[in-house]
């Protein structure tokens, strides 16, 4: 065997000029840790002060990701699927060792800010700090009393699992330089309070966008595409601006009730990880939904005339088309959504006005037949009946295309079936 | 219609249209009492069966939604009337009060315990949330299943 022998070559000059742009990328992304502090007492805030941040953190829907299922609040070990792996939420009760008893408020007001811990690694952007970074100073300082006046819980949360190299923390420095934009929201002159309001709480803490906004490849969220709809946990989340598909304009009263009940008699109950949003807000101030509403409203175009629907029920085009479709719905689902069923009686919408079967993406449609509908405040309300095993794939898909064909009238979904075998993975219960 | 159903390993000729409900075939035809109507609107789960090993509710299930799968009811449980060891945990915790959602009750641990043998409480717990009783058995049921889950265990909490 010959052996060639060794050539020495020369390093190239890319290979240099990724070494020194990676030192030099450290260099500007390194943060330093901050000094940990004694816990401070829970009596070192005021009643007011914890009590603000109390209504705060039910805005922000803090305890939905940082609670495990069946756990302690704010504990955090929930497991977060993103598309690069498990993400598991972290401990935000004052425990010194687990949680963040040992933050100081400029530590806290970094990791909201800025996404950095108080050790100096960088946050995942599953805590939506782009969002959180247009909180004022004097919002997160009441949050900072609230979580430092909860009891300690000593639980850690399990190891992340993402894909490589995605585990390497100083990868999200730049991350953030191109998505996270810092600054308050802006005022825009000639808005009402109540709308100013709702800005401020729908892009700060409500961090609404982070499911509702498509996000690019990066995981970074289309800020040219706000609102547009987006995926959370399996569901879409629908748009929230002028391509919203409700057959009913969304009212503010009607935004309103939603968001504070997890249901609109002219639209639809909220599903999914909604559900949880809800049941925060349902105790949150009923003037700060109402401003939350009031901007949603007025994205989805609010006020603008729109000619009313009318509200499809064509049963016979439906069976013809579906005709296995029609049987499934007649025995499974007529008891509750047919014409004049008693269920609809009871402030229900009928599913002519559901969005989620008028949506070019099935998703959700998929999700409310697959796992079915929990009453999302204190467990009181509509409960729609998972069909995940009653039901194969392909019943699913004739169910829900015969529904949309009958109550909307709009064209089939396309491979459906496929699609709800795929939702099938992203429930977790039976 | 005739449609062919197997049930508790049997195929079963019926003659009804395809969109009945599987509880009413199952009760008014096969004479299969165990599994029981509640609310009929799949709100309480008193008609638990196990189509394909997993808990589904036979009210809201048409009997076109099963053909070529198999179903499952309580009677399936205990082929010679030797009731199993779920059954026998629930006699010994006397976990019946009225007993009307306790046939739905146990379909639907069976199918739990079936997949996993040991699970820990907050998966009993999660995994049974679908089916009510309205006796307030709950903890009787909560502890036959975790005494079927560890028949050997001495202490049962």
């Known amino acids: 065997m010959i052996r060639s022998p060794a050539i020495r070559r020369p390093i190239p000059p890319l290979l240099i000029g990724f070494i020194v742009a990676a030192f030099a990328a450290l260099a500007v992304t390194w943060r330093p840790a901050i000094e940990r502090i004694a816990p401070p007492a829970p009596d070192s805030f005021t009643p007011q002060i914890i009590s603000r941040g109390a209504v705060l953190a039910k805005l922000g829907d803090c305890a939905v990701c940082h609670t495990a299922k069946s756990g302690r609040p704010l504990a955090g070990g929930r497991a977060l699927p993103t598309p690069f792996g498990t993400l598991y939420s972290d401990n935000i009760t004052p425990d010194p060792e687990t949680g963040i008893g040992t933050w100081s408020r400029e530590a806290f007001r970094r990791a909201m800010r800025d996404g950095v811990s108080r050790n100096g690694s960088h946050l995942y952007p599953a805590l939506p700090y782009e969002h959180f970074t247009h909180v004022t100073d004097g919002d997160l300082d009441a949050l900072y009393a609230f979580l430092m006046s909860r009891r300690p819980v000593a639980l850690e949360a399990p190891p992340n699992s993402l894909y490589f190299p995605l585990g390497f923390r100083p990868l999200l420095a730049g991350w953030k330089m191109l998505f996270l934009q810092k600054g308050p929201v802006p005022i825009v002159i000639g808005k009402s309070a109540e709308w100013t309001r709702g800005a401020y709480l729908t892009e700060g803490l409500g961090h609404c966008g982070g499911c509702h906004t498509p996000r690019n490849i990066a995981g970074g969220e289309q800020t040219s595409r706000a609102f547009a709809g987006g995926v959370a946990e399996g569901w879409r989340a629908p748009a929230l601006d002028g391509s919203n598909p409700a057959a009913r304009h969304w009212t503010v009263d009607a935004l309103q009730t939603y968001l504070t009940t997890g249901i609109s008699p002219d639209h639809s109950a909220a599903g999914g990880p909604m559900g949880p949003v809800v049941d925060s807000l349902s105790s949150a101030p009923p003037r700060d939904v109402r401003a939350i509403a009031t901007y949603i409203a007025a994205m989805m175009g609010n006020g603008v005339s729109r000619p009313a629907l009318k509200l499809a029920d064509n049963p016979d085009g439906a069976t013809k088309a579906f005709p296995q479709g029609a049987t499934l719905f007649a025995g499974a689902c007529a008891g509750c959504h047919s014409t004049g069923a008693p269920m609809l009686g009871q402030g229900r919408p009928g599913l002519a006005l559901v969005s989620n079967l008028r949506d070019d993406i099935p998703t959700s449609a998929i999700q409310a037949v697959l796992a079915g509908i929990d009453p999302p405040v204190a467990r009181r309300g509509p409960m729609m009946p998972a069909f995940a095993t009653s039901f194969t794939d392909q019943q699913i898909a004739d169910v829900l295309n015969y529904s949309r064909a009958r109550f909307t009238g709009r064209p089939a979904w396309t491979g459906l079936a496929k699609k709800v075998s795929q939702g099938r993975k992203e429930i977790s219960q039976p | ?157």
């Open chain 2, 1 to 157: 219609m005739t449609i062919t159903i197997n049930v508790n390993g049997s195929g079963h000729q019926v003659e009804a249209s395809p969109e009945t409900p599987l509880l009413y075939v199952l009760r008014e035809d096969l004479r299969l009492n165990g599994p029981k109507y509640g609310c009929g609107l799949g709100q309480c789960g008193a008609c638990t069966v196990q189509i394909d090993g997993k808990a589904a509710f036979s009210c809201v299930t048409p009997i076109a939604a099963i053909a070529g799968r198999s179903v499952v009811t309580v009677e399936g449980l205990a082929p010679k009337g030797e009731m199993n060891m779920l059954q026998q945990a629930f006699l010994t915790e006397q976990a019946a009060q009225c007993g009307y959602c306790i046939a739905g009750m146990i379909m639907r641990a069976q199918a739990l315990l079936d997949e996993i043998p040991q699970p820990d409480e907050k998966t009993i717990r999660r995994h049974m949330q679908p089916n009510l009783c309205r006796c307030g058995t709950h903890m009787r049921i909560l502890r036959a299943i975790r005494r079927a889950a560890a028949p050997n265990a001495s202490h049962l909490a």
